[in-house]
C-alpha cells in the first residue's frame, strides 16, 4: 500500500484505455506508453491491462504504509529510496513499511510505469480505470493523483515477485529503438501538395514544449499547408497539418474528430515510442506498408507474450526457493 506524498508534475492511473467510446467524444486514454505499462504489471504478477501509476517526468514521491511489492516498467525516471538505495527500472522491488520512494526525473525519457502485486484496485468507469481529467472519468474521482490518496495493491500483502528483472532479450523496450519513427501515410494525401510526405520526412522535427496526454507538436521547417477538410474520425498516432504547416501528432487523450487533414498515423508498435518522446526531442520520421507496420505489432505482442511466460518461469523459482528458505 502506498500514500502519494507529491504527485509530481503529473501522477495518474492508466490502464489499456477504453475503446469504443468515440463516437460520444470520449477519447481511448489510458497508458500513453502501453508497452511499459505492460512490462510494470508483467512484473509484478499483473495481467497487461491491470490499473498502474504513470509517472510523467517525475518529481513524485510515495510512501510505503505497509511493505508492499513495486514494478517499474518504461522509462527509467530515477526511482530510489530515501535511504539511496537506486530501484532500477524493469524490475520488481520489496519496499519495506515506512520507506519513501522517489522520481528523480531523467533528461531521455519521459515516462515510468509502476504496478503493484495484482495491479492496482480501483473502480473502472466505461470499462476502464484510466484517467482522462478532462471530462471526469477514471482514476480516483475522474481526475489526477494527488498528495494524501492511497494505493492499494489487488494482491495485498503479496512480495512473491521481488527481485524479477525484465528479460530484455526477449522483448526490448520499442523506446530503445534508435531509427526514425515509422508510420503509414494517408488518408488525406489527396487534399496535401505531392510531395508533402517527402518533405515531412526528410525533415528532422523538435518536439515542442507544448505537448501533453493528447499530442506532440513538432516544430521545424513548416510544410506546405493543406486546406481544412470536413471533420473525420482520429485516432492515436494521427499526424495532422495544421494551416500553419507545422504537424500535430495525436496520443491516446487526443480528440476523436478533427477538420485538418491527416498526412499519415503512427504504427502501433511505434507508439510507445511517442509517450517517452520529451520536449527538445528531435525525431524524424519513416513511411511503412501497411503489412509490414502490423506485421511488426504482431512481433511485438509476440515478445511481450515471451517475455511473460519467462517471468512466470523465474516467479516459481522465486516462490520455490522462498518456500526452501522459510
Do not use: K
Amino acid at each position: 500500500m502506498l500514500e502519494v506524498v507529491d504527485p509530481g508534475l503529473l501522477l495518474t492511473l492508466q490502464d489499456l484505455g477504453r475503446p469504443g467510446w468515440a463516437h460520444l467524444g470520449i477519447p481511448v486514454s489510458g497508458a500513453a506508453d502501453a508497452w511499459g505499462m505492460a512490462a510494470a504489471n508483467l512484473l509484478a504478477g499483473a495481467p497487461v491491462d491491470a490499473a498502474a501509476v504513470e509517472v510523467t517526468l517525475g518529481g513524485a514521491e510515495l510512501l510505503a504504509r505497509e511493505t508492499c511489492l513495486i514494478a517499474l516498467g518504461g522509462g527509467d525516471l530515477g526511482a530510489e529510496r530515501d535511504d539511496g538505495l537506486a530501484l532500477s527500472a524493469g524490475a520488481a522491488h520489496r519496499v519495506p513499511a515506512g520507506a519513501r520512494l522517489r522520481f528523480a526525473g531523467s533528461q531521455s525519457v519521459l515516462r515510468a510505469y509502476l504496478g503493484l502485486a495484482g495491479g492496482v484496485a480501483a473502480h473502472r468507469v466505461l470499462g476502464s480505470v484510466s484517467t482522462y481529467a478532462t471530462a471526469g472519468l477514471g482514476g480516483i474521482d475522474g481526475r489526477a493523483l494527488r498528495s494524501g490518496d492511497v494505493l492499494v495493491p489487488v494482491r495485498r500483502g503479496d512480495l512473491a515477485g521481488a527481485g524479477l528483472s525484465w528479460p530484455a532479450e526477449a522483448a526490448p523496450h520499442p523506446a530503445t529503438a534508435t531509427g526514425p519513427i515509422l508510420f503509414v501515410p494517408g488518408p488525406d494525401l489527396r487534399h496535401l501538395d505531392a510531395d508533402v510526405v517527402d518533405a515531412f520526412t526528410a525533415a528532422t522535427w523538435r518536439i515542442g514544449r507544448a505537448g501533453d496526454r493528447m499530442g506532440l507538436r513538432l516544430e521545424g521547417t513548416p510544410l506546405p499547408a493543406g486546406r481544412e477538410i470536413v471533420s473525420h474520425a482520429l485516432v492515436p498516432g494521427a499526424i495532422q497539418l495544421p494551416s500553419g504547416g507545422q504537424p500535430l501528432v495525436l496520443l491516446v487523450d487526443g480528440p476523436t474528430v478533427g477538420g485538418y487533414p491527416v498526412l499519415g498515423v503512427v504504427t502501433r508498435a511505434e507508439m510507445p515510442r511517442l509517450g517517452q518522446l520529451r520536449p527538445g526531442a528531435a525525431v524524424r520520421f519513416r513511411a511503412e506498408e501497411p503489412h509490414r507496420a502490423r506485421a511488426a505489432w504482431r512481433a511485438q505482442q509476440a515478445g511481450l507474450a515471451r517475455a511473460a511466460e519467462v517471468l512466470a518461469s523465474d516467479a516459481l523459482w522465486h516462490r520455490l526457493a522462498d518456500h526452501a528458505g522459510g
